[in-house]
Structures are given as C-alpha cells and as structure tokens.
C-alpha cells in the first residue's frame, strides 16, 4: 500500500502559507521548493522564499527570488515593493527605486512603497524628492 499523499500545487502553497504562519519555516521553505520542482515561475512560492529570505537576511536570494516573482507576475504591486526592499538590502538604490515606482503604477494609493522610495532616494541624498515620496506614504495612510 502506497502512503505517499499527494497535492495540487495550489494546496501544497496553502500548506506552505500554513507552515510559514505557525512559524515552521523549514517545512514551509520545503514545500515551496517542491512547489517549484514542478513549476519554475509558481509565483506564490516564490513570493513566499524570497519573504523568508529577506526575513533571515539572505538578501542576494531574496532579491533573485523576488526577481523571478514580479517576472512571473508582473502585475503584483507588493512582489515590486518586495523586490525593491531586497535591491534596498544589496544597496541597489537606483534599481530599488525603479521597483518601487513599478509597485506605485500598480496601485498608486500604496503608502508602503512611496515610504520605501523615500528612504531610496534619501540613500542617494535626494532629500527633496525623499520628503515628497514620505509625504505622500503619510497622504495615503489618512
């Protein structure tokens, strides 16, 4: 008798999600690489590596992996901040900001990616257009 179970891809995320919000992150990071085994471009595994990537300060791998997720969709307005913040993390100013202007065509009320651009532009010591950027993340929170 076989005890081998098997998932759809979209209920092994659900269980990867699962794993990741009860804090097991190795399970998590498993099944999510598995998820990948089977599709390359699976967003939502992507997304979800590159976020415990950056959150254990694998910054090199969050950024690739974040990469491969706004490649797989490119619509995705958080997969663009996230990619950015990684790009922020290798001191990639320039390109964090060009990721984060992408996350802001997407959906421009996004208050977290006009905060992200202004700490960019402040590294690059462009402190006017950082303080425009902030007073716009603090416009979208009221």
């Known amino acids: 008798?076989?005890?081998e179970v098997t998932f759809t891809l979209p209920q092994a995320m659900q269980h990867a999600v699962a794993a990741y919000n009860t804090g097991e992150w190795a399970k998590a990071e498993h099944?999510?690489?598995l998820i990948l085994n089977a599709q390359?471009?699976?967003?939502?595994?992507?997304h979800l590596l590159g976020i415990m990537a950056a959150q254990t300060r694998r910054q090199q791998e969050a950024a690739d992996l974040f990469g491969r997720a706004?490649?797989?969709r490119p619509t995705d307005a958080a997969a663009h901040s996230?990619?950015?913040?990684?790009?922020?993390?290798?001191?990639?100013?320039?390109d964090a900001l060009d990721s984060y202007s992408r996350a802001l065509?997407?959906?421009p009320d996004f208050a977290e990616a006009?905060?992200?651009?202004?700490?960019?532009?402040?590294?690059?010591k462009r402190f006017e257009?950082?303080?425009?950027?902030?007073?716009?993340?603090k416009d979208q929170t009221q």
Not at 40 to 46: I, N, Q
Not at 114 to 124: D, H, P, Q
């Open 129 to 137: 257009e950082a303080l425009d950027s902030c007073v716009c993340a």
């Open 70 to 72: 706004v490649a797989a």
């Open 82 to 94: 996230n990619y950015g913040n990684s790009l922020n993390d290798l001191n990639r100013f320039e």
């Open 40 to 46: 390359a471009d699976y967003f939502d595994a992507l």
């Open 31 to 33: 099944l999510s690489r």
């Open 114 to 124: 006009y905060f992200n651009r202004g700490n960019a532009l402040r590294e690059l």
């Open 105 to 107: 065509k997407i959906k």
């Open 1 to 3: 008798m076989n005890d």
